[in-house]
């Protein structure tokens, strides 16, 4: 008898949770706006910002955002391992295509700890999926000149890596077809939630139109 009256008791919610469940959202948890960066991470992103002005500079975004993996193992599990951890600073280019992250280490966990166990994670993450990951130090944090030189290394012949200038878009009108010359941008879409093969990390290629037969004059078929 203490046995059964033990499982019942076990698999009865108490009546705490059945409390906690009736408890108003807003009035339970008042919502409070606070700060996205750190001091450091915002000391960081300057940098970058004046390092890479024709790049996207992202900040705490999670690894589940720009990083997909196979489905045969459960995804579930992959994200509760990995997946929700934030890298600090993402670096994108104009296609919103991953180019480096930049992680902003405080003196704090240096000495060990949780959250440098999680960065460590991460960072094997990142290095298997081939992007370069720069650790810098909140208290000695690059110039300018050096976050370029890091991020977009000095090409072998001494010239740094071209970076087109932004053009502005022109929206056409309803219609219109597309001026000579100017080249559709290819719209990519980030990794579904499910992460499933079906994104191609390459912007696919733009295929040429069919030339038109003169007018008056048949095509070869007839």
Known sequence: MLVGWALRSRSTPSASSHGNDNIDTLIGWPPQATRVLTTAE???YDVLRGALPVHM???QVPLQRFIKVPTRNSYSLWLRRVGQINADLVVCDRHSQVVAVVEV???EEEQGGRALRRRERMMRVLK???IPVHLWRASALPTVEAARQAV???EADGEPPFQPAPRPQRVPAAGAAPALGEEAMPMREPPPSTWFDDLDSAPAPLGEPAKAA???RPSHGR
């Open 105 to 107: 280490q405080t003196d």
């Open 42 to 44: 915002r000391q960081a």
């Open 128 to 130: 298997a999926a081939q």
């Open 152 to 154: 977009l290394p000095v």
């Open 214 to 216: 003169a007018p008056g």
């Open 57 to 59: 500079i992202l900040a």
